[in-house]
């Protein structure tokens, strides 16, 4: 089982590695003269890193593959999508007005 603690980990994980693989992509793009479109690509890193390490970590932890995990994974996927679209800091703001939200009902 996924808390929320490890998710949030996995999302700085995955959001991190995606800036700094996107960005050596980029250099390498440009070596070759070569064009690209920058979210495009940070979206097509983030979604390949997310669903790999949501995968790696379910066979690490020795987590089976059961419809929750499988959400969770999802979820990392579509949050770490997001993340690259419009910046880490944003979506952690997000979920962070929804907890306090639900504690103060």
């Avoid at 700094?20 to 983030?46: C, M, P, Q, R, W």
Wanted: proline content about 0%; hydrophobic content about 45%; some cysteine.
């Amino acid at each position: 089982m996924v808390n929320i603690e490890t998710f949030m980990i996995g999302l700085l994980i995955t959001s991190t590695l995606t800036g700094l693989v996107t960005e050596a992509i980029k250099k390498i793009a440009t070596e070759h003269d070569k064009t690209y479109h920058a979210n495009t690509l940070a979206g097509f890193v983030s979604t390949a890193l997310s669903g790999a390490i949501g995968v790696c970590y379910s066979v690490v932890s020795n987590i089976g593959f059961t419809s929750q995990s499988i959400i969770c994974i999802v979820a990392l996927i579509f949050m770490s999508w997001l993340c690259a679209m419009v910046g880490y800091d944003k979506v952690i703001q997000a979920i962070s007005q929804f907890k306090t939200t639900e504690k103060g009902e």
